[in-house]
């Protein structure tokens, strides 16, 4: 069963733009990590927040945790043709941080 | 480092026939991992081995779907007989051990049965 849910399903913008994606998922969680699928370089973790973070940064990427909204959000800036790509956010279940359930995903499409 | 690797990359099989997938993790991880993944959807986890052993195969449909990873290093996953709803990639995961977060995938198999 998938946990997470995204949205949106697809969003395009222009390059430069910011993109934000959204995840919201139902049971409580240890932890939430994103990942990036695209044709080129496969599925790759991109970053993971813990229950007990409230944002979290890494180069370019910014995501935010809501525990109490069972939701987070995945913020790209200053976007470039190779974000061009799908986003999961992947809840852990608890008692189990090796064991994750993935979202539908939302596909990004950066426009030149 | 080299990769998770998978093999066949695509397959193209009829229903009815089987079919086997092979997967070979990152060298010392001792957690693998095989899902499905249907398009327009996230990946499905299938069966998880910790070194040869199964650690959770809840969602396998283990009426048509075997796996086994005989020596801890490399996995096969087998299909037989496949249906039409079987069509999907097949990933496989890799990562350091039981209770590690990220995980490592390889390119996948994609399978289309017709």
């Known amino acids: 069963s998938q946990q997470g849910e995204e949205d949106p399903q697809a969003l395009s913008i222009q390059e430069g733009e910011n993109a934000t994606m959204n995840c919201s998922y139902k049971?409580?969680?240890?932890?939430l990590q994103w990942y990036r699928q695209n044709s080129g370089r496969g599925l790759v973790h991109l970053i993971l927040?813990?229950?007990?973070?409230r944002e979290k940064h890494s180069g370019r990427l910014r995501v935010t945790l809501d525990t109490s909204k069972k939701s987070s959000s995945l913020l790209i800036t200053a976007s470039r043709a190779a974000d061009t790509a799908s986003y999961f956010c992947?809840?852990?279940?608890?008692?189990?941080?090796?064991?994750?359930?993935f979202g539908k995903g939302t596909r990004l499409h950066i426009l030149p | 480092e080299a990769g998770v690797a998978q093999s066949p990359r695509y397959k193209i099989i009829e229903k009815r026939q089987s079919v086997a997938f092979w997967c070979n993790p990152i060298?010392?991880?001792?957690?693998l991992y095989w899902y499905q993944q249907i398009l327009g959807q996230g990946p499905k986890l299938l069966i998880q081995f910790q070194n040869n052993g199964v650690v959770d195969d809840s969602q396998l449909p283990k009426d048509r779907f075997s796996a086994e990873r005989l020596k801890g290093v490399d996995s096969t996953l087998k299909i037989q007989p496949a249906k039409l709803e079987d069509s999907a990639v097949y990933l496989c995961?890799?990562?350091?051990?039981?209770?590690?977060?990220?995980?490592?995938f390889g390119p996948g198999t994609r399978l289309t049965v017709t």
């Open positions: 995961a890799s990562s350091p051990g039981q209770g590690w977060r990220e995980q490592y």
């Open positions: 992947a809840t852990s279940v608890i008692g189990r941080d090796d064991k994750i359930i």
């Open positions: 049971t409580s969680i240890n932890n």
């Open positions: 060298s010392g991880h001792a957690t």
């Open positions: 927040i813990r229950s007990n973070e």
